[in-house]
């Protein structure tokens, strides 16, 4: 009997040694105050209608914030459109770029409940006078914590 208890204690050692806190933890970020420095600069635009994936769509509140880079610089920013029953939660971006835009551009999502911003993982070709998804139809993101 006392080899048993032996046993079963050292069996519980090793359980619960094995057992640590969750370490991943994300960096948290002020609210964003993006603005576009220079709209004079860019003539042209590109509507971009996104949606957040449902995975982090469920964390959102309407104070979130969207913007729209191409490489440091913001191009554009985000306006929140929801349906009547608040279900449905895309953006509407209009993004500035030059007659001779070549740059990719890359989406930044601030959730204001977490305080996290992620960035989109996959770039998205400026187009003058093009479009990316529609209200029926918003292209949903990719996004990575950063």
């Known amino acids: 009997m006392k080899y048993i208890k032996i046993i079963f204690i050292l069996s519980l050692g090793l359980f619960f040694g094995q057992c640590s806190k969750d370490d991943e933890s994300f960096k948290t970020y002020p609210v964003p105050e993006w603005s576009i420095e220079s ?3 860019y003539p042209n635009s590109f509507t ?3 949606k957040i994936p449902d995975y982090i769509n469920t964390y959102s509140e309407d104070n979130d914030k969207v913007a729209a880079f191409i490489g440091e610089e913001c ?3 985000g ?3 929801k349906s009547e029953d608040g279900i449905k939660r895309v953006y509407y971006l209009t993004i500035r770029g030059s007659d001779t835009e070549t740059g990719e551009i890359f ?3 601030y959730n204001a409940k977490l305080s996290y911003m992620f960035q989109s993982t996959s ?3 400026f187009e003058i006078d093009g479009t990316y998804g529609t209200y029926d139809s918003p292209v ?3 996004l990575i914590n950063i």
Do not use: D, Q, S, T
């Open 39 to 41: 709209p004079e600069e």
């Open 48 to 50: 971009a209608i996104i």
């Open 75 to 77: 191009r554009g920013i």
């Open 79 to 81: 306006n929140l459109v």
């Open 107 to 109: 989406f930044k999502y």
């Open 123 to 125: 770039p998205v070709a």
């Open 140 to 142: 949903e993101i990719e």
